[in-house]
């Protein structure tokens, strides 16, 4: 499977930003796609997921209701919307692909090359 992540870029404090990760591939071992980021000297956290039946998705607590995770099945694409932005959300958000509903990096087998968000105060 390979990703595609793109829809970064420099957004105010309190604004709002889509980004988007295209899949190709073997795409029909899809299970769970899931947004992760890694701010400058951190480790890499986990920001959402979603089964690709789109039964289930999860949030970190530090996006829960700001952020939201969805896909289109027909597009093989996955989308975080992401409003009242903040300037801790500041960082490389990667897509991933995984095939176990879980919030841990190292359960995502395939990953995008990542999209800078950087939100200004």
């Known amino acids: 499977v390979q990703l595609q992540a793109f829809g970064g870029g420099l957004v105010q404090a309190g604004g709002s930003l889509r980004l988007s990760c295209a899949a190709s591939?073997?795409?029909?071992?899809?299970?769970?796609m899931g947004w992760f980021r890694q701010a400058p000297g951190k480790e890499r956290e986990f920001v959402a997921t979603i089964r690709w039946s789109g039964s289930s998705t999860a949030y970190a607590e530090s996006v829960k209701g700001r952020f939201t995770i969805s896909r289109d099945s027909a597009k093989n694409t996955v989308y975080l919307q992401m409003n009242s932005l903040k300037p801790e959300d500041t960082a490389v958000y990667y897509c991933?692909?995984?095939?176990?509903?879980?919030?841990?990096?190292?359960?995502?087998?395939?990953w995008g090359q990542g999209t800078l968000v950087t939100v200004s105060s």
């Open positions: 591939g073997r795409t029909f071992s899809m299970n769970v």
């Open positions: 991933a692909v995984g095939s176990w509903f879980t919030t841990r990096p190292n359960d995502y087998s395939y």
